[in-house]
């Protein structure tokens, strides 16, 4: 069964500190990969994708399909990275996503 | 471009009655899904449609249903609600085509309550 799973529903890190947001997933196929985020009075958004493999505002995550993990990071992390994050699994066959039930990350000044 | 637009935002129901939630997708988008968000289950997927046609559905009860018009604009509907529907409702439009999986827009959710 497809599943997503974020183990911490919070995590706090100083400003400047690293930033790991976990991610585990099962799918029994080839999944893509997502992270979306939703910042404070604002929509969700999508934050980056792993066939993009790119860094946005600094975070990117690498697909691990070994460890079925997709976990989020970040070497230095800033207040204005305060925010919910999800990460989610699409397959390929439409937009069906699956999400994890967020980590609401708090950056302290 | 205008973004996702989700009518009514707030809504007051009672147990056993009905009600129908509007998604105007950003324009030239197809693809028009459905995800339901509470505080417990986080967002699960209700359904998607694509070109008129439901293209993929989740596991909830027949009680919720969607449909999508010529001009991309859905509609979800549950009927006979129970005090377990309460939740935020929310709609997302993907400009990819048919093969699916891209970027979604969300919009703002329809807050649902049940009384």
């Known amino acids: 069964a497809q599943r997503v799973t974020q183990p911490e529903k919070l995590l706090s890190v100083f400003k400047g500190a690293p930033v790991e947001l976990k991610c585990n997933y099962s799918?029994?196929?080839?999944?893509?990969l997502f992270w979306y985020v939703q910042y404070s009075r604002q929509r969700l958004q999508l934050l980056l994708r792993h066939i993009s493999r790119e860094s946005i505002k600094g975070f990117t995550a690498d697909l691990n399909k070994g460890e079925t993990s997709f976990h989020l990071k970040k070497p230095f992390a800033q207040e204005e990275d305060s925010a919910m994050y999800y990460c989610a699994l699409s397959g390929r066959t439409g937009n069906q996503f699956y999400f994890g039930t967020g980590t609401s990350l708090t950056v302290i000044p | 471009k205008a973004g996702v637009t989700q009518t009514p935002r707030y809504l007051i129901k009672t147990r056993g009655q009905q009600v129908t939630l509007s998604c105007s997708p950003i324009s030239g988008h197809r693809s028009v899904s459905w995800y339901q968000q509470t505080p417990g289950q986080g967002l699960q997927f209700l359904f998607e449609?694509?070109?008129?046609?439901?293209?993929n559905k989740g596991n909830f009860p027949g009680r919720f249903s969607g449909r999508q018009f010529s001009n991309s604009r859905s509609e979800m509907n549950v009927s006979t609600l129970e005090l377990g529907d309460s939740a935020l409702y929310l709609c997302?439009?993907?400009?990819?085509?048919?093969?699916?999986?891209?970027?979604?827009?969300f919009g703002e959710g329809s807050r649902l309550t049940v009384l």
């Open positions: 449609y694509f070109s008129e046609t439901q293209r």
């Open positions: 799918y029994s196929g080839s999944p893509e």
């Open positions: 997302a439009s993907d400009a990819q085509g048919a093969t699916g999986t891209g970027e979604l827009f």
